[in-house]
């Protein structure tokens, strides 16, 4: 079983900046992709950003150039530094990663963070 904890959601104003974090625990060889995903109410779950095992990301087009991801494998822990926060940027983050067993692969989610943008 693995256990990813979410840290660092919270109230921002616009402009704002907040850092999320996601800790992963448990038994497993290894991690594969890790990446954040939002949920607004109402709205379905959406990607905001991925970070690969060599740490090549990838970001939805709402977050680029203000979002930043990053992951410390020997931690196995990722990392999201959300800058220049918009009212939209309103939701529930999650976490999720891909974790390599013996003989499987695994899809784990957190439990989600709340993150608010308001003045």
């Known amino acids: 079983q693995v256990q990813l904890v979410e840290s660092g959601g919270g109230l921002a104003q616009p402009g704002g900046s907040l850092r999320l974090s996601c800790a992963a625990s448990?038994?497993?060889?290894?991690?594969?992709?890790m990446g954040w995903y939002r949920q607004a109410p109402g709205k379905t779950r959406e990607l905001v950003a991925t970070?690969?095992?060599?740490?090549?990301?990838n970001y939805a087009d709402s977050v680029k150039g203000r979002f930043t991801i990053s992951r410390d494998n020997a931690k196995n822990t990722m990392y999201m530094q959300m800058n220049s926060l918009k009212l939209e940027d309103t939701a529930v983050y999650y976490c999720h990663c891909n974790t390599v067993h013996t003989n499987y692969a695994q899809d784990y989610w957190g439990q989600g963070t709340q993150v608010t943008v308001s003045s």
């Open positions: 970070v690969t095992s060599g740490g090549r990301t």
């Open positions: 448990g038994i497993f060889s290894s991690i594969n992709n």
